[in-house]
Nanobody, 120 residues
Framework: QVQLVESGGGLVQAGGSLRLACVASGSRYAMGWFRQAPGKEREFIAA????????LYGDSVKGRFTISRDNAKNTIYLQMNSLNSEDTAVYYC????????????????WGQGTQVTVSS
């Protein structure tokens, strides 16, 4: 497993933007993001393979969120635009040596999470 540390969460008004970052303690991992809101199931947000050439997005964030990575820094980013109250959740960074997928069980490592709150 690899250690993951998220940052960048906070409070933002509806329609605003935030950028999350996740630093991994190791390299050559496919990485991504999930989120979980109170009383709701965990939801896949986005993932990127190690090279950055392949990405996946959850339907609820397509066209608004963008995942990217900087392998020199072992870091991935999640640029979140046009935020709304439905985006309020704890966002978790994940990593795997396997192919990226939307399934949570495929990811071996999880960060502690960062809170994103969107006020209306």
């Amino acid at each position: 497993q690899v250690q993951l540390v998220e940052s960048g969460g906070g409070l933002v008004q509806a329609g605003g933007s935030l950028r999350l970052a996740c630093v991994a303690s190791g390299s050559r991992y496919a990485m991504g993001w999930f989120r979980q809101a109170p009383g709701k199931e965990r939801e896949f947000i986005a993932a990127v393979n190690f090279s950055g050439g392949t990405t996946l997005y959850g339907d609820s964030v397509k066209g608004r969120f963008t995942i990217s990575r900087d392998n020199a820094k072992n870091t991935i980013y999640l640029q979140m635009n046009s935020l709304n109250s439905e985006d309020t959740a704890v966002y978790y960074c994940v990593a795997t040596r396997r192919l990226i997928t939307t399934t949570a069980d495929a990811y071996d490592s999880w960060g502690q999470g960062t809170q994103v709150t969107v006020s209306s």
